[in-house]
């Protein structure tokens, strides 16, 4: 229930306000347009109703009370004057300001800058349009088109009404239709459409800046205080003073405000023109220094012109105060720098302080607007003034600066002192004077040499010396390289045809071994891994596996373990499966075998190794292989390796009885392999 209160109670008080706006508007615009429409005679003191051509006319002040007092209103008509700020409340500016509000924060704090995508595959019109390059000049072109067109529509007609306003409108033909248009707008669609204009390049600006992920510049346009300027002059309360002809004919006369006050609704809007406009090319988007310091000094210029004709009553009262404070911060800007121009040049002749005080933050960035360049050079410009202002306040200390001692100095040492002898005080004792260091000041070093030195010294000759080894390792280093490339470029050629040639021995070369092994073999010759490579045998204690699988798997392991491109292991391979088939084709005997299996002596399995020795003869090769590790044939270039203590007992258990386990076994047939 009482939310239900609140909610009436405040559509009624809208609805109340909204009822004396419209009344006290149409009251006094149609008194104004009644007293327009009387033609008074010449000879009647109503003659300053004339038009402004009129050069004996005074023009009346926009925002003052006698004004309308010389006009003879109502007292409706006085009310009005008073009440017309608050009829800003129900205005039309009024409720495009909360929506502006709405509308910013939220492109703020949705619009996400975009990121990049990759091209998609999908062959349609969609495809070719998005996702768009928001950082591209034609995206951002055809993203501001029509808030650049309205922009620039609201500020060529203001600028004609102004120079209408200023009697400076040229009177050409072509421009005819420019002047008719400008003047046949009425005051209210004006300020309508150029803040419409304002707002949405705002918002489009606002949304740009949100896809590109750009960071917006520091702005000092108030759109509320723009708003509330064009409200107050947009209304006939803001035009009954100053009255512009027509640019062609002197029928029905436009009602326009202040001339001066026409030139503040221009500046703003021309700087938000600019602005929009240059934010076409990211490049130069966050560049607010020259379009605002334009639009600055045209708006100071004005300002001073006013104040200098007199016309300060006529200036509008919202932009007395920032133009008051922006020439305030120029004269002082001026004032200093000039000052310490000027001492600087009477005191030394040449300008030897800086004007402003070092660093990066003395002078303004292209993305500062002209109000905030003149905030950081005014303070520069007093910083570096006032170290030497504190100087001026420190009272002086009197020394003698002119006179001092003086050293001479020599290759040996010191060669000459001269001490300056100061004027003792007459309150200080001759003892006392002599005992203290700053009598003795010495303020020149002179640094001499002998007469006949020459200037070829040791550490001139060090230094031509380091010179010259530098030179010649430089002069090396480029013949070699010099060198170098000469080379490679005469050898390329052959290069190309040894390489081809080499690849072709290299594939004809095992063909040729493996053909030669088989011709061997078929003519019935022995074909031994021993062929081609001496054995060296040498101490291992290892024991291999009893079985032959074992011997085959190591055997394979290590034919894998070798490249396939390595001949000897081809070879070896090669000689191992023919010496295998003749090994299956003639069997040797059983019996010696296994009688050399009985009386071999070593604790190692009997090899075939160890067999062909023993058949040969060779005492000394059977006595080191006894002593050598077992291999095998296809892993005989592998190192031995000792057997630990404990592998050594499992091979002296393996030996004792498998019944008993305490003496050893009288037969013990090992494997061939």
Known sequence: MAATAI?????????????IDAFLLDTLYLNVQRMHERVPPASTSHARFQVRSDDQQKE?????????????????DIVALQLAP???????????LIFMAIILNRIQHVVAPAQSHRARTLQSWCSWLFPIDASATPTRFIMRSVSLYLLWKSALRMTVIVFQAFDAFPAMRILEPLGRWASASSMIDVCRSSFVAVCSGMVVSSFTRGLDGSHPPISSFNLPQYAFLLHLYS??????????????NGQNPALRPNRHVLMTMLLPLLQITLLHTQGIWKRYSRDVLIPTAICSTLGLTHFVYTLWAGHIANYPLLQVLPSFLELFFVFMIACTTSINVLSQILQYGRIARPLFSPGAGAFPSKDEEFCLALVRLGTSSLDATSVAGLGNEVAPIPSNSKKGGTVRLGPSGVLQMEIFDQQKSRSRSRKAYANNPFAREIKHVRAVSAEGDLWINVTWMKELYRFAVTLWRF??????AIRARGRAESTSEQEGDSSALEETNEENKPVDKHRNAYTRFLAGDVISDDEGSDYDGHEDDSLSNSDTESTKDAYMDHTRTATPESDEWAELETSQLYSEHGSQRATTPLAPVLLAHLTAQSGSPLTRRKYSSMLRGDDRQSSDIAQSTSFDPAAGSRHSVRLDPEEEESSVTRRMCVICLCSERTVICWPCR
């Open 60 to 76: 009346l002040p926009s925002w003052t009370m006698d004004g309308f007092k010389n006009w003879e209103f109502h007292d409706v």
């Open 7 to 19: 909610r009436d109670g405040i559509r009624s008080v809208m609805y109340q306000l909204q009822r």
């Open 86 to 96: 608050w009829t800003f409340v129900t205005s039309f500016y009024a409720y495009s």
């Open 475 to 480: 002069i090396k280093a480029m013949w070699i």
């Open 235 to 248: 209304s006939p309360l803001g035009t009954v003073f100053n009255r512009i002809l027509g640019a062609q």
